[in-house]
């Protein structure tokens, strides 16, 4: 049996309690969207290489605004285009079915993907 590690402890309960802080410091009618993006869109999309969808986006992205593949952190996201996306999929990503994310969920969904963006003016 392998002994485990005081650091290893102390740096997992650490990224556990960044990822709950993050989640309390979101606005009430964003948090619903956050937990819909953590149970389907974060095993591929979360921040890193070994996330396929987002190595997918920093490839076809390279050199552009999107080129981090980070979708929570772009900035020219629409509730539009999210919902198109859920829905129909596209590439390798699969569309996801409404018995899967309802549509309630997927405006949660939308609305929490495109809080970065600017402010449309009237």
């Given at each position: 049996m392998r002994a485990i590690r005081p650091g290893?402890?102390?740096?997992?309960?650490?990224?556990?309690?960044?990822?709950?802080?993050?989640?309390?410091?979101?606005p009430p009618d964003l948090r619903?969207?956050?937990?819909?993006?953590?149970?389907w869109c974060a095993p591929c999309h979360d921040p890193g290489i070994e996330?396929?969808?987002?190595?997918?986006?920093?490839?076809?992205?390279?050199?552009?605004?999107?080129?981090?593949?980070i979708i929570t952190?772009?900035?020219?996201?629409?509730p539009q285009y999210i919902r198109f996306m859920v829905r129909h999929g596209m590439s390798?990503?699969?569309?996801?079915?409404?018995?899967?994310?309802t549509d309630s969920q997927l405006d949660a969904?939308?609305?929490?993907l495109s809080r970065m963006r600017p402010p449309v003016a009237p």
């Amino acid at each position: 049996m392998r002994a485990i590690r005081p650091g290893c402890c102390v740096l997992g309960v650490a990224a556990l309690s960044m990822g709950v802080a993050h989640s309390e410091t979101l606005p009430p009618d964003l948090r619903e969207g956050r937990a819909v993006y953590e149970k389907w869109c974060a095993p591929c999309h979360d921040p890193g290489i070994e996330h396929p969808g987002t190595h997918a986006l920093m490839t076809k992205y390279s050199g552009s605004p999107r080129a981090s593949g980070i979708i929570t952190e772009w900035k020219d996201l629409t509730p539009q285009y999210i919902r198109f996306m859920v829905r129909h999929g596209m590439s390798v990503m699969p569309h996801f079915r409404k018995t899967e994310i309802t549509d309630s969920q997927l405006d949660a969904l939308a609305r929490y993907l495109s809080r970065m963006r600017p402010p449309v003016a009237p």
